[in-house]
């Protein structure tokens, strides 16, 4: 987003963190202001370092739109975490490469790949989609297989669940709702402000946020089958 600051226009992004809890409620982490599209491992690795040293002990499954530099900072400092890239994100970034007479077909054939009951069905899924594709458009398989190690994560759960794990959309929506609260003001005097007004609304906003999301019963259980020290039921 543009923030005029001090009578000049600087190109400058807000960064959100969200989290859901052990009780299955949404928490927002923290507001981060950096250049717009040029944060890498170091700015990741800031962020995520101040997160630890505020309390947040253990992260499970990380859910990211493909930020620069985020795998690898999150492995610095979370070194057991599961990093699971949007695959939304993933299919817009590929529909990039796509005209819009092809986009529809590419679409769905992409389905079947994420969509696939297992990890080998999906395998064979992505084989599939390359042999049908790679002639008009090579780019998109090879996004798929360079991104292949934080894509799989989902397999390792049911259907119901895996839409909690492969969207950002609930970052989306949120957003959302402070892209609404950011237009009512033209002009801020300092980056500081920016902070302030979104913290306020971010108070109005959590006020909605005292149910757990869809299917968070049938998630604990399967996270206490794959993280048993860390993830615990009884605790």
């Given at each position: 987003m543009n923030i005029k600051v001090s009578g000049r226009v600087s190109k400058r992004a807000v960064y959100a963190a969200l989290a859901i809890n052990r009780e299955g409620t949404k928490v927002l982490l923290g507001l981060w202001i950096g250049e717009a599209e040029a944060e890498g491992a170091k700015f990741w690795l800031k962020v995520l370092t101040d997160l630890k040293n505020r309390g947040l002990k253990d992260i499970l499954i990380a859910c990211c739109d493909g930020l620069n530099g985020f795998p690898k900072a999150i492995e610095?400092?979370?070194?057991?975490?599961?990093?699971?890239?949007?695959?939304?994100?993933?299919?817009?970034?590929?529909?990039?490469?796509?005209?819009?007479?092809?986009?529809?077909?590419?679409?769905?054939?992409l389905k079947p790949i994420y969509r696939a009951a297992t990890l080998e069905e999906a395998e064979t899924a992505l084989d599939d989609f390359a042999a049908?594709?790679?002639?008009?458009?090579?780019?998109?398989?090879?996004?798929?297989?360079?991104?292949?190690?934080?894509?799989?994560?989902?397999?390792?759960?049911?259907?119901?669940?895996?839409?909690?794990?492969?969207?950002t959309n609930a970052i989306e929506s949120l957003n959302r709702s402070l892209?609404?609260?950011?237009?009512?003001?033209?002009?801020?005097?300092?980056?500081?402000?920016?902070?302030?007004?979104?913290?306020?609304?971010?108070?109005?906003?959590?006020?909605?946020?005292?149910?757990?999301?869809k299917n968070w019963k049938a998630a604990t259980s399967h996270f206490a089958i794959l993280f048993p020290e860390r993830f615990p039921l009884n605790s």
């Amino acid at each position: 987003m543009n923030i005029k600051v001090s009578g000049r226009v600087s190109k400058r992004a807000v960064y959100a963190a969200l989290a859901i809890n052990r009780e299955g409620t949404k928490v927002l982490l923290g507001l981060w202001i950096g250049e717009a599209e040029a944060e890498g491992a170091k700015f990741w690795l800031k962020v995520l370092t101040d997160l630890k040293n505020r309390g947040l002990k253990d992260i499970l499954i990380a859910c990211c739109d493909g930020l620069n530099g985020f795998p690898k900072a999150i492995e610095t400092v979370y070194p057991h975490t599961q990093v699971q890239l949007c695959i939304v994100h993933l299919i817009r970034n590929c529909l990039r490469y796509v005209p819009w007479k092809d986009s529809r077909a590419v679409a769905a054939d992409l389905k079947p790949i994420y969509r696939a009951a297992t990890l080998e069905e999906a395998e064979t899924a992505l084989d599939d989609f390359a042999a049908k594709w790679d002639n008009k458009y090579p780019a998109i398989s090879q996004i798929w297989i360079r991104h292949w190690e934080n894509v799989v994560p989902l397999f390792d759960y049911p259907m119901e669940i895996r839409r909690v794990i492969y969207t950002t959309n609930a970052i989306e929506s949120l957003n959302r709702s402070l892209r609404k609260v950011i237009k009512t003001k033209a002009v801020f005097p300092n980056e500081m402000a920016v902070i302030k007004l979104m913290y306020l609304a971010m108070r109005n906003i959590s006020k909605r946020w005292t149910r757990p999301i869809k299917n968070w019963k049938a998630a604990t259980s399967h996270f206490a089958i794959l993280f048993p020290e860390r993830f615990p039921l009884n605790s």
